[in-house]
């Protein structure tokens, strides 16, 4: 396994609470980082189709078999476990339950329910430059591959990684997260927000270039930042109050896969491409 800075932000939060939840986008290294911290721990798969229904259909006879804990990975799939886990660590000082998921919205929302003021919350993101092995010193390199572990551990290329990525990750999972029912609709606003690195945000714009109101590209916006697709970044001003009015701008987890939405398709592209200066940025911004 690759080393992680999180590792030691994620062992002290382990003993000071006896809920960790670690949050961050699919394939960004959560379950291999969970099984490496905890190899003592029995560990789940709620992706599982028999292990999810056994779950959903009684949680209390699924939990009971591991008294002392567990790692759950994917636990928003079975959403009423966190009101059960709240009652067996209220119970039992000595439990501990590490939970893993890939979406933030219905992580939180259920989070802020049951295990308020019993969980620390983390967030694993792919690859930082002090993570990545050594590799090519080209900074257009660095913004073509992105920070996605397969593409280190498995040896995948950008091109054959990030389009599957998308169609299973941003197609799929995301839209279910709002049941968005145009999907070639939502790719473009998805594409075009890779078009707009660096921008202010315009949603009226925005809204209008992918042929929707502006409330629904507000509302897409949030969704693809609950999926860890891409982020806001709100203005820093000396008077407070503009911090909170004033437009943010918009930037993406990972510049791998905002390079795949704008058809980039090698190293040498991104330093042809327009937005080569947003992407740097976007790249230098997100390392912050």
């Given at each position: 396994?690759?080393?992680?800075?999180?590792?030691?932000k994620?062992l002290?939060?382990?003993?000071?609470?006896?809920?960790?939840?670690?949050?961050?986008?699919?394939?960004?290294?959560?379950?291999?980082?969970?099984?490496?911290?905890?190899?003592?721990?029995?560990?789940?798969?709620?992706?599982a189709?028999?292990?999810?229904?056994?779950?959903?259909?009684?949680?209390?006879?699924?939990?009971?078999?591991?008294?002392?804990?567990?790692?759950?990975d994917?636990?928003?799939?079975?959403?009423?476990?966190?009101?059960?886990?709240?009652?067996?660590?209220?119970?039992?000082?000595?439990?501990?339950?590490?939970?893993?998921?890939?979406?933030?919205?219905?992580?939180?929302?259920?989070?802020?329910?049951?295990?308020?003021?019993r969980?620390?919350?983390?967030t694993?993101?792919?690859?930082?430059?002090e993570?990545?092995?050594?590799g090519?010193?080209a900074?257009?390199?660095?913004?073509?591959?992105?920070?996605?572990?397969p593409?280190?551990?498995?040896?995948?290329?950008?091109?054959?990684?990030?389009?599957?990525?998308?169609?299973?990750?941003?197609?799929?999972?995301?839209?279910?997260?709002?049941?968005?029912?145009?999907l070639?609709?939502?790719?473009?606003?998805?594409?075009?927000?890779?078009g707009?690195?660096g921008?202010p945000?315009?949603?009226?714009?925005?809204?209008?270039?992918?042929?929707?109101?502006?409330?629904?590209?507000?509302?897409?916006l949030?969704?693809?930042?609950?999926?860890?697709?891409?982020?806001?970044l709100?203005?820093?001003?000396?008077?407070?109050?503009?911090r909170?009015?004033?437009?943010?701008?918009?930037?993406?987890?990972?510049?791998g896969?905002?390079?795949?939405?704008?058809?980039?398709?090698?190293?040498?592209?991104?330093g042809?491409?327009?937005?080569?200066?947003?992407?740097?940025?976007?790249?230098?911004?997100?390392e912050?």
């Amino acid at each position: 396994m690759i080393a992680r800075t999180l590792l030691p932000k994620l062992l002290s939060q382990a003993r000071a609470f006896p809920v960790v939840t670690l949050t961050g986008p699919r394939q960004s290294g959560k379950t291999t980082l969970v099984r490496a911290a905890f190899p003592d721990m029995p560990y789940v798969s709620l992706e599982a189709p028999d292990m999810r229904q056994f779950a959903l259909s009684d949680p209390r006879g699924f939990l009971a078999n591991y008294p002392g804990g567990v790692i759950l990975d994917e636990v928003q799939h079975v959403p009423d476990l966190f009101s059960y886990i709240q009652v067996i660590v209220d119970e039992n000082r000595q439990a501990r339950f590490i939970l893993t998921g890939s979406s933030n919205f219905l992580l939180m929302e259920r989070i802020s329910q049951s295990l308020a003021g019993r969980t620390a919350v983390l967030t694993l993101l792919p690859f930082s430059f002090e993570e990545l092995p050594p590799g090519p010193e080209a900074y257009e390199e660095r913004i073509f591959c992105g920070g996605y572990p397969p593409l280190y551990d498995r040896g995948l290329t950008p091109t054959d990684f990030y389009p599957a990525y998308i169609q299973t990750y941003v197609e799929k999972d995301v839209r279910l997260l709002k049941n968005i029912g145009d999907l070639n609709a939502f790719i473009q606003f998805t594409q075009l927000c890779a078009g707009r690195i660096g921008q202010p945000i315009n949603y009226a714009s925005l809204a209008s270039d992918a042929g929707i109101s502006p409330n629904t590209a507000k509302s897409w916006l949030s969704v693809l930042e609950a999926a860890y697709v891409l982020y806001r970044l709100q203005p820093f001003y000396r008077n407070f109050n503009k911090r909170l009015i004033k437009s943010p701008k918009l930037y993406f987890y990972d510049t791998g896969l905002a390079c795949s939405l704008l058809g980039i398709r090698s190293a040498e592209q991104v330093g042809l491409h327009y937005l080569k200066g947003a992407l740097f940025e976007n790249l230098i911004i997100s390392e912050f």
